[in-house]
C-alpha cells in the first residue's frame, strides 16, 4: 500500500508513508493530534493500492490495518462498523478485498444449441443467429473494450465453409464492420471487430454479444452439427480508472452448435377448435366448417400460394355447397370460390389462391366458410358435407398445399419430406361431419323449467322444453315427429305412473302418454312414432313441451333427474323423415329432491 495518509476529521495529520506487508510502519503526527477533554475524533487511513512493483494490482488481495496508538493514556478508541473498543493500544479495521478489473468471457447459455429439430436456419437464409456470449467486467472498476476477435471452430470447420457477411451485434446495435467472406484458407482464422466509440461496461455489469451471419446457398455442412460454429479469441479492455489492460486473451470459448438445414418444413393438422358436427340450414351463408393449422418449423419462413380443401359428398350432392371461403382471423384471404369439376368420387375440391407467409416457428389458423344453396338452388336434404386437406388431392395428385421456403426457394412435398400431414405426416385431415338440412331446430330447456327441492303429486310438472325451428330463407316449417326422455329416481312407485308430454300448456290432450312399472324400473321412456301426436313448427318459431310425470310416491329424501338424450328427439325438415341429428343434444340433467 503506498503513500498511506492518517486523516482527522476530514484533514491530513502527519506526512505520507508507503506501509510494508506486516511489519507496522510509523506515522508522526508531532504535535498536529491533539484532543482536547470529552470530545471525540474521526481517523481516517487513505492510500493508493499497487503491488509489490509499484505497478497496478493484476490479482485480487485481501488487506487488513490494524492501529496501534503509542504515547497515550487511558484513551478509549472504536473501529467504525464493528464498533469494537479498545483501551490497550491495538485495534484492527475491517478487512478490504482488492479486486482487479480485467473482464470475463461466458458462453450465454439462454441461447440453446441448435440441431436438425432447431436448425440455426437453411442455405440462403439471411443474418441467421450463430452464437451468443457475455463479457462481465470485473468488479473492481468498468472498463472500456475496444476490440473483441472471434475464431473459427478448427482448420476443418472454417466460418467461411458455410456463411458470409458475419457481424456481432448487442440487440439490434452492431459492433464493428461486417466480415463479408470469412476464411476458408484450410487455417483457422480470427475475425476482429472494433467497436467505435469503445463499449463501456460498468463495474461487475454484463453485455451480451451475439453473432450473426447469412447462410451460403452451398454449403459444406449440410445437415451436419457444427461443434461449434464458432469460437471467442480475445476481448481487448482497459480500466477506465486504472487505465491497466483488464483484456481476456487467448480464450478459444467455444460456443454454440450450429445445424443448417435444406430447407424449412410445413405441418398441416386439423386445429383442436375445429367446429364440431352440426346442422347445415339451406339457404345460410357463411357456415364455419372447418378450421386447419399450418405450422412452420424454426428453419425458415414458409410462403403459401395455393390450398386446396375438399369436401366428402356425392356427386348426387355437389350443388349442396357453395360460396367457399378462406379466412385467417377474422380476415378473408381467398374466396368465394366454387367446388372444382375435377372432383373425385370420394370428394368434391375448392381451390383457394392465396399469398400467405407464416413466419418460421409460427402458425396460422385457416377457417373454411361456406354458403348452403336453398332447396330450389339444388341443395340435398341429409347431404352429408365432411371438410378435409389431404394427402393426395386428387387434382392431378397435387398436394393440397403450394408452399415454399422463403429463403431456401425450395417447394415443399410430401416426398421431399417437407411437408406434413399431421403427427403422423401422411393422415389426412378433416374436419367434422355437416349434414344439410332444409330445416334446422335447436332444443333447449326453458329458462322457467322446474328444478331443485320438490313436492311429490299425480301430476308434478318436471320439464319445460323449447324446441325453435331456426328462420330459414323458405320460410319452411319443421315438425317433431317424436319425444322420449330419460329419467332417473330413487323413488319407489307402489303402482304404475304415467309421464305425458303436452305442447303450449299442460291443458287439452296430451301429445303422447307412458308408463313406468311399479318399483324403481326408471330410465329412457319408450314412446314410439306411431304413439306421438306430430308438431309443426313455423320458420322462426319456438313451441314449449310440457312434461307431466305422477310422483305420489316421492318419500322424504328421495330424488329424481331427468334429461333428453342424443337421438331422443325425431323431426322431418319436410324432405327427410325421422332426423335425429340435433347438434343441442343431449340437454343437461334437471334433478329434483323430495
Request: proline letters at 2%.
Amino acid at each position: 500500500m503506498y503513500q498511506v495518509k492518517l486523516y482527522v476529521d476530514g484533514s491530513q495529520v502527519g506526512t505520507a508513508v508507503n506501509l510494508a506487508t506486516t511489519t507496522a510502519t510509523s506515522v508522526s503526527l508531532g504535535n498536529s493530534f491533539i484532543i482536547p477533554a470529552g470530545t471525540t475524533k474521526t481517523l481516517e487511513v487513505k492510500s493508493d493500492i499497487k503491488d509489490s512493483t509499484s505497478s497496478s494490482i493484476n490479482k485480487t488481495n485481501n488487506t487488513s490495518i490494524a492501529f496501534q496508538l503509542g504515547n497515550v493514556k487511558s484513551c478509549d478508541y472504536t473501529k467504525q462498523t464493528s464498533g469494537g473498543v479498545d483501551t490497550t493500544g491495538a485495534i484492527s479495521g475491517n478487512t478490504l478485498t482488492v479486486r482487479t478489473g480485467t473482464v470475463g468471457v461466458t458462453k450465454n447459455v439462454g441461447l440453446s444449441d441448435r440441431a436438425a429439430a432447431i436448425p440455426t436456419g437453411v442455405v440462403n437464409a439471411p443474418e441467421a443467429l450463430l452464437a451468443s456470449f457475455i463479457i462481465t467486467a470485473g468488479s473492481g472498476e468498468a472498463v472500456d473494450v475496444t476490440q473483441i476477435t472471434l475464431q473459427d471452430a478448427s482448420a476443418v470447420t472454417q466460418v467461411g465453409d458455410n456463411f458470409q457477411n458475419l457481424l456481432i451485434k448487442n440487440g439490434s446495435t452492431q459492433i464493428g464492420t461486417t466480415i463479408a467472406n470469412p476464411s476458408t484458407s484450410g487455417t483457422a482464422a480470427t475475425y476482429s471487430f472494433s467497436p467505435s466509440p469503445a463499449i463501456r461496461i460498468n463495474a461487475g455489469a454484463q453485455y451480451q454479444v451475439d453473432v450473426y451471419a447469412d447462410i451460403k446457398g452451398t454449403v459444406q455442412d449440410s445437415a451436419t452439427t457444427l461443434s461449434p460454429v464458432i469460437k471467442v479469441d480475445s476481448v481487448t479492455a482497459t480500466g477506465v480508472t486504472t487505465n491497466s489492460d483488464a483484456s481476456a486473451t487467448s480464450q478459444a470459448l467455444s460456443l454454440q452448435n450450429g445445424y443448417i438445414a435444406a430447407a424449412g418444413t410445413l405441418t398441416i393438422t386439423t386445429d383442436s377448435d375445429t367446429p364440431v358436427a352440426d346442422q347445415l340450414l339451406m339457404g345460410s351463408t357463411d357456415n364455419p366448417v372447418a378450421k386447419f393449422k399450418l405450422t412452420a418449423s424454426t428453419a425458415e419462413n414458409i410462403e403459401v400460394s395455393e390450398i386446396i380443401v375438399g369436401d366428402t359428398v356425392s356427386s348426387a350432392a355437389t350443388g349442396t355447397i357453395t360460396n367457399l371461403k378462406l379466412y385467417d382471423g377474422d380476415t378473408a384471404i381467398s374466396g368465394p370460390v366454387q367446388f372444382s369439376s375435377s372432383a373425385t368420387t370420394t370428394y368434391a375440391l375448392a381451390r383457394f389462391p392465396v399469398s400467405l407467409t407464416i413466419n418460421k416457428g409460427a402458425n396460422k389458423v385457416l377457417t373454411v366458410k361456406a354458403d348452403v344453396n336453398t332447396a330450389g338452388a339444388g341443395a340435398t336434404s341429409a347431404s352429408t358435407h365432411t371438410f378435409a386437406m389431404l394427402v393426395i388431392n386428387g387434382i392431378a395428385s397435387t398436394e393440397s398445399v403450394t408452399a415454399r421456403g422463403v429463403s431456401s426457394g425450395t417447394s415443399l412435398t410430401v416426398a421431399g419430406a417437407n411437408l406434413f400431414y399431421g403427427a403422423a405426416t401422411t393422415v389426412d385431415q378433416t374436419g367434422s361431419e355437416f349434414k344439410a338440412y332444409k330445416t334446422k331446430i335447436i332444443v333447449a330447456w326453458a329458462s322457467d323449467t322446474p328444478t331443485g327441492a320438490s313436492v311429490g303429486s299425480a301430476s308434478q310438472l318436471i320439464g319445460k322444453i323449447n324446441v325453435t325451428n331456426v328462420a330459414n330463407s323458405g320460410a319452411y316449417s319443421s315438425t317433431v315427429e317424436l319425444m322420449n326422455v330419460t329419467i332417473s329416481s330413487t323413488i319407489n312407485n307402489t303402482a304404475v305412473r304415467a309421464l305425458k308430454i303436452y305442447k303450449d300448456s299442460v291443458s287439452g290432450t296430451a301429445l303422447a302418454t307412458t308408463n313406468y312399472v311399479a318399483g324403481t324400473s326408471w330410465g329412457a321412456s319408450a314412446i314410439t312414432d306411431a304413439n306421438f301426436t306430430d308438431t309443426e313448427i313455423a320458420s322462426g318459431a319456438t313451441k314449449t313441451f310440457f312434461l307431466v310425470l305422477d310422483t305420489s310416491d316421492a318419500a322424504n329424501t328421495k330424488a329424481l333427474s331427468i334429461n333428453i338424450a342424443a337421438a331422443q328427439i325425431e323431426w322431418t325438415d319436410g324432405v327427410t323423415a325421422s332426423i335425429t341429428d340435433l347438434s343441442s343434444l343431449p340437454l343437461l340433467s334437471k334433478t329434483f329432491t323430495y
